[in-house]
Structure formats: C-alpha cells, structure tokens
C-alpha cells in the first residue's frame, strides 16, 4: 500500500513539439503527483500527449521537444539538472520499459551480459557474482528460471523477453519504474500473465510504478490510481475503482460507456462523437479540450480552461460541472 | 458440413473447402492455415477471433482470393475459381474489397481524400467525367460518415484521425460496389471512444447495401457488438478450434481456448478472477507441441493424449469443436 508520500511531482508541465505548422502542444499545464510504492495508470487514446508527458518529466524526448515547468525528484528538479547528474538517475534511480520493449535487447549477446552491462554501466566495480544473484532473484519474481541468462533474446517468446526487460528495470533498484505500453505488442494471454507478474510485483510493495496505456480496462486490477489524459489536459485523477464505477468527468464517461469487452451490456455501447481536437496550439480550443464532443457543454466551457480541482475527497476532476 | 444446401435458398457467395495454406521458409514450413471450411452467404456477416499466428489473416486474404491455397478449393457462386478465366476473375476479385487494420499505413500520405478515392472510381468507371467523380466522391464520404463531405476534400492523412482514416478506407473497399468486405482488425487500431462509431458504419453498410463481411479480431467483445447471431470460427494456430454462434459461443464455451478467450475478454466480472488465474498460471510458454493440440501446453485440462495427437474437428452441442475432451469445460462454466 502507498504510504502517500510523494516520490515525483510534475508540476504545470508544458511539452511543445516545434513542427512546421507552428507548435504541437501535447502536455499543457500538467501537474501530477506519483505516489511511493503506488501503481499509477496514465491513461489517454493516441494524441493525448501520454508518452510525451513521461518523455518530458524523464528528459527523453525528442530535440525538437521544448519542456517547460517542473519535475521534483527527491527534492531535486530533473528538468534543471547536468545532463551528467540526470544520466545518473536514469536507469538507477528511474528505470523505464517502453512499448514492443522486447526490441530494446541487443540479439547478438545473451540475457547475463545485457545484466552485467547495465549494472557495471552505473556501479563498474560490481562483481559478476552479485550481479548473478541479482539477476537469479529478479528474473524469479517475473516466473523466469536461471536458464533462461545463458540464452539469446530470439531464444525466448515475447512474454518472456518482456519480463526479461522487466526484471532488467529493477536490476538496480529504481525508485520508479515507467512502463509505456508494456504489455500491448504481446497476445492476449501473454499480456495477462506479464501483468499478472506486475501486479505480485507490486503486492511485494517495494516498487512504484507509473504505467502508461490507452487501454484502461488493462488497469482495472493493477492500478491504485488513474490520471486521465485528453488532448494533452489531465481531465481527471483519483482512485481506480472510483473513476471505473463512478467517473465523474464527461469524457471519461464516454470513455467507459464506449468498452467493448465480452461482459458489458452491448445495449449501453456508445461512441464519443466526433474526434480529439488539433493539438496546434493556434487551433487548440481556448477552454476545455472536450468542448466539442461533449454533451453537457455550456459557452463557458468554450472560452474557459476549467481548473483540476478537487471533487471530492482523493478525487480530481477538471469540469465546470464540478463548480 | 453446413453447405449451400443447408442454408436453403441462399447459395454461397463464396465457399472454401479444406483450406490449407503452407509458407516455407528458411527455418522450415509453418501451416498458417490447416483445413479449415467455410461457408459465406450473400448479406452475411462471418467472425473470426484469434490472436498472432492463429491464420486468421491468410484465411481472409484466401477469401479475398488475395492468396491462393496451398490445397483446398475456393467457390465463388459455386465456380471453382481455379478454373475461371483469368479476365472473369479479375472482375471478381474487384467485388471481394479488403479492409486492412493499419490505417495509418494504408493510405497514401500525399494524396488527398478527393483523390484517395477518385483514383480509384477514375479506374473502374474508365471515360467517366470529372463532375461525376466528385458527385460520386462526395456521395461515398457522406455514406461513411465524414461529414460535411465538402470540408474533408482537400484534406490529407495526416490531418484526420485513425476513425477518420478507417472510414476512408472503408469508402475506398465501397467503390467497385463490393460484395464482399474483408475486414481484418479495423477497429484494433482505433481509439478506444471511435471503435463503436466504425463498427456501427460496417453494421450499418452490411444492413443497408447487403454486403457480406468476413470480420476478423482478436477482441471477442468486438463481435458481441458487431455480429452477436453472427457465425463464429475461433481460430488458434492455424485450426478451427471451434465454431457456433457468436453468441452461443460467448455464453457457453466448449473448448477451453475459447473459454480463455472470453475470461480475458472481460473485465467486469469479478467473479472470473480465479478462472484468469487458472490459465495465467498454464500460460507460461512450453513451446507448441507439434503433434497434439495446439492448446494443449496451455490448457488447464490438458491430459497425455492431448499433446500426444491432434484433436479432429466434430460434431458437439450443435457446434463444431476440435477438443479431445468437448464440453469439459462446461462443468467449469
């Protein structure tokens, strides 16, 4: 369980893309905290500006990302840092595990040397042993035997270079692990299992993670608590079974009323009209991000950006419904 | 076998008989597609699920007559297409429109939507005048839901979004009036709050225009909304693993990968958790017995003969099930 004590926060997060046509704002005003020891679910559809936010708060981003605001990382802030000092927490103290992460193994060396690389990459000095041992423990809570360390990554399924990757994240301990996508290039019951080991990982209550995805079903066990991304705008954030069961912003409504999954009512299926706005700042609404494809909009919500606020206890929601 | 015959008046569009399609390659065969029968009547909608490698994807491209198989016959109207000339065929072909999953990648980046889709009426309708193209352009557009269809004319890919992109391949597949409509994945790539929008146009098309589509997913859930009374072919590995309809087949499983299917597919129902952790737990990869069942390092149930020898397809509860043990699993359900 989280103790509640902030490990990162992300504070009014400002992420332009300089493109021709002007600047791609895909993190606007973003200001989000990530709990210890917590799984928080980062949710939004394509454009949401969900990979641009960890991107920005991590400093791996494209060049042509400008970021503007303020991440405090053990009472520092990553977005003022040395390059030097920031390569240090990175994969340390911060570890990350992209989408199709099975790519990121190296085919020509086997799964022990891609351990001993990155533990003699931030401690050099490590003895083969101790990585050894590390590395035995790690691949163990992911369900995978000693063996598979003598092995070459077109040796394994994709389940297994996932977790592979996985226990690579916590070789060395990180405070915060993010997983962008981490389960979406594998088959149903691979993606299952691999979540299946996440969520005994963070039962074992020692790892913080901050997990990235469009699908939000995926969270409903594993995440203590979603943030949901529109346009680039956190519209809402609070606990996973109250945004589930009651959501209280209108496109997370939507969101949930639109669930294809095999025990849902097909009756209550609906769409969200219509499609996200132009992140192109010159073209991006002025209020609320939802504007158009919402049903309770009012002409407020055209020329007002509604705050996030607190609706209820633990409960954030950025609407002019909510007062 | 349910044939022409059985369905009374209605002779099949297109008819493929034990269908199997190998591809060599450098590290051996694989069998994408291992005898599989299948029946498509003019108006009808068919379902296929199955997850990476299941052949679902060679079986549609069969259906499309987009590739040919390695042994077994395909029916168009019951015309054996091996034997119909090449010029007829080639006017059959442009009635059998494949829909592809990436629409991001189906479509050509640098032409507009007026010329994504008059390319393509300029070819069928050879001589035909301008003025008609863009009747028929704006026409097509306003069918698939991309209205005002005057505002989307000039614009280009990169400025609609995936639902966007989908409906315009789907107004593209509309243009030599098909009769049928392979859709693989449409919606797999789409935003979760624009999915139900697409499948409601292809619900839609097949009401109104009569097209028959063959509907391809790895989302069970998908066919619940689309096609619940819909045939439905579960595919692992190449093999039918079973067949029924959709909505029998949803409600009461009778191979266990189906089942699998469907306790993953969901996401409400606390009561499946067990039964998630039951298959997690036989999930771990045991690599693919080639002689058994393609299921069995997986399954739950799994006993000595399964992986020993590949289960037949037959007849059970009004389904067709390729199981050693059918049914087994309705004790669990």
Redesign the interface.
């Known amino acids: 369980m989280s103790s509640g004590r902030e490990i990162l926060r992300a504070d009014d997060i400002v992420a332009d893309y300089v493109v021709r046509e002007g600047l791609i704002r895909a993190a606007d005003h973003v200001t989000l905290a990530v709990l210890e020891n917590e799984v928080l679910g980062l949710v939004g559809e394509s454009g949401s500006g969900k990979t641009t936010l960890i991107q920005a708060v991590t400093r791996v981003g494209p060049y042509n990302m400008k970021v503007k605001g303020r991440v405090l990382f053990e009472g520092k802030n990553l977005l003022e840092m040395e390059e030097k000092e920031i390569r240090r927490i990175r994969g340390r103290l911060i570890a990350q595990v992209f989408q199709a992460a099975q790519n990121s193994l190296n085919p020509f060396i086997r799964v022990w040397d891609h351990f001993l690389e990155t533990f003699r990459s931030h401690y050099p000095d490590v003895s083969e042993e101790e990585v050894r041992e590390r590395a035995v423990e790690l691949l163990s809570r992911v369900g995978l035997d000693e063996q598979v360390l003598g092995m070459y990554p077109h040796q394994l399924s994709g389940g297994m270079k996932q977790r592979v990757v996985i226990a690579l994240a916590l070789l060395l301990d990180p405070r915060l692990v993010f997983l962008d996508e981490p389960v979406s290039a594998l088959d149903l019951l691979t993606q299952k299992q691999v979540l299946r080991y996440l969520l005994e990982l963070k039962r074992s209550g020692k790892t913080t993670m901050v997990y990235v995805t469009h699908d939000i079903e995926s969270l409903f066990e594993l995440a203590d608590r979603l943030a949901i991304l529109y346009a680039g705008v956190l519209v809402e954030e609070g606990g996973t079974s109250d945004v589930v069961k009651e959501p209280l912003h209108p496109y997370t409504q939507g969101l949930m009323q639109s669930l294809m999954t095999v025990d849902i009512d097909v009756s209550k299926v609906r769409s969200i009209p219509g499609s996200p706005p132009s992140l192109l700042l010159h073209l991006k609404p002025k209020g609320c991000p939802f504007v158009d494809r919402c049903p309770h909009a009012a002409s407020k919500c055209r020329d007002v950006r509604p705050e996030l606020r607190e609706a209820e206890r633990g409960r954030k929601v950025a609407c002019h419904l909510y007062g | 076998m349910p044939s022409l015959r059985v369905r009374g008046m209605q002779p099949a569009l297109l008819s493929l008989r034990n269908i199997n399609v190998v591809f060599k390659g450098r590290g051996g065969t694989v069998s994408a597609v291992r005898d599989v029968s299948l029946d498509i009547t003019p108006g009808e909608i068919v379902s296929v699920v199955g ?3 299941s052949g679902k994807t060679t079986l549609g491209r069969v259906a499309a007559l987009l590739q040919r198989p390695t042994s077994g016959s395909v029916l168009y109207k019951g015309l054996d297409t091996e034997r119909i000339p090449e010029r007829d065929l080639k006017r059959i072909k442009i009635r059998l429109q494949y829909v592809y999953q990436d629409p991001y990648s189906s479509l050509n980046p640098v032409k507009s939507v007026y010329e994504t889709l008059a390319v393509v009426i300029r070819t069928h309708r050879k001589g035909i005048p301008e003025s008609e193209v863009k009747r028929l352009v704006l026409d097509l557009l306003e069918r698939v839901g991309l209205t005002p269809p005057e505002y989307f004319l000039n614009k280009y890919p990169h400025h609609l ?4 992109r989908q409906r315009l391949n789907i107004a593209r597949a509309l243009i030599p009036d098909p009769e049928l409509m392979v859709a693989d994945e449409p919606v797999s790539m789409i ?7 697409v499948l ?1 146009l292809l619900k839609d098309l097949n009401a109104t225009s009569g097209v028959s589509l063959l509907y391809i997913t ?5 066919i ?2 689309l096609a ?1 009374t819909s045939k439905l072919l579960v595919m692992l590995r190449g093999l039918v693993v079973e067949e029924g309809v959709a909505e029998e087949v ?1 409600r009461k499983p009778l191979h266990p990968y189906s089942l ?3 306790v ?6 606390p009561k ?1 958790k067990s039964m ?2 039951l ?2 737990k036989h ?3 045991r690599g693919t017995p080639s002689a058994g069942c393609p299921f069995a390092a ?1 399954c739950p149930w799994a006993r000595e003969k399964c992986f020993r020898e590949r289960p037949p397809s037959v007849e059970y509860a009004g389904r067709k099930i390729a199981c050693h043990f059918p049914g087994e699993v309705e004790q669990y359900w």
């Open positions: 997850e990476s490698g979004s995936g639902g966007m935003d979760p709050s624009m999915k139900v929008s409601d790895h989302e069970l859930g998908t619940r909304y619940p949803m699998a299917l469907i993953f597919g969901s996401a409400f129902e499946l998630r952790d298959f997690v999930a771990e990869y997986r």
